[in-house]
């Protein structure tokens, strides 16, 4: 059952038309992923738990501000109505805004320098936990950047910013691989750089 909570969580986010359902999306897998996280409950598996909720939570936290301050400046959440309306609005609150977004998205997708919380917390969990978040947790995160990036803001003006956090998340995500005996390690920070 918690296999499905994820899957809607994450065809939610993958769904969504608008930003607070995107944010629901992510709340849905913040659950789902706290549980099978800590599936087997363990101390070093709550303790990774407890450090996940505790990043995604202030993740959420900002994105939830990003929303509020958007609604307030455009009068919609709506993505097809944000694309027309936030070119007219004052280029610091945009700017505001796209950087908030940037942040919470960036969180979660685990961009250097906000990646520090995913080496420790998925190697705790049971193998088949950790292959399911490879391949969707961190995923969804960089989605929900590509897609509020190219649609919201496609001016640009901090793609030069995004494509050095790129490259830094992939060299300092290979370098940490490199040093680590551990393989569930190997594989996290392969995660980071990927």
Do not use: C
């Not at 995913?118 to 490879?134: H, K």
């Amino acid at each position: 059952p918690t296999y499905l909570i994820l899957s809607a969580g994450v065809s939610n986010a993958f769904l969504a038309g608008d930003l607070f359902n995107l944010y629901v999306g992510f709340e849905i897998l913040l659950a789902a992923s706290y549980v099978l996280l800590t599936l087997g409950g363990t101390g070093e598996r709550i303790r990774a738990g407890s450090i996940y909720v505790i990043v995604a939570l202030l993740s959420s936290i900002i994105f939830l501000v990003a929303i509020a301050i958007t609604y307030a400046a455009t009068g919609t959440i709506n993505l097809a109505q944000l694309a027309q309306r936030l070119p007219e609005i004052d280029p610091g609150v945009s700017l505001a805004i796209q950087a908030m977004l940037l942040l919470a998205f960036g969180i979660k997708a685990a961009i250097f320098p906000l990646s520090s919380w995913l080496p420790d917390s998925y190697p705790t969990a049971p193998a088949p936990v950790t292959a399911v978040f490879a391949g969707l947790l961190t995923k969804v995160g960089v989605y929900a950047i590509l897609r509020t990036q190219t649609l919201l803001f496609p001016e640009g003006r901090l793609d030069n910013v995004l494509m050095v956090l790129g490259i830094l998340t992939m060299v300092i995500g290979i370098l940490g691989a490199v040093t680590q005996n551990d393989i569930k390690r190997l594989l996290s920070f392969t995660l980071v750089s990927h």
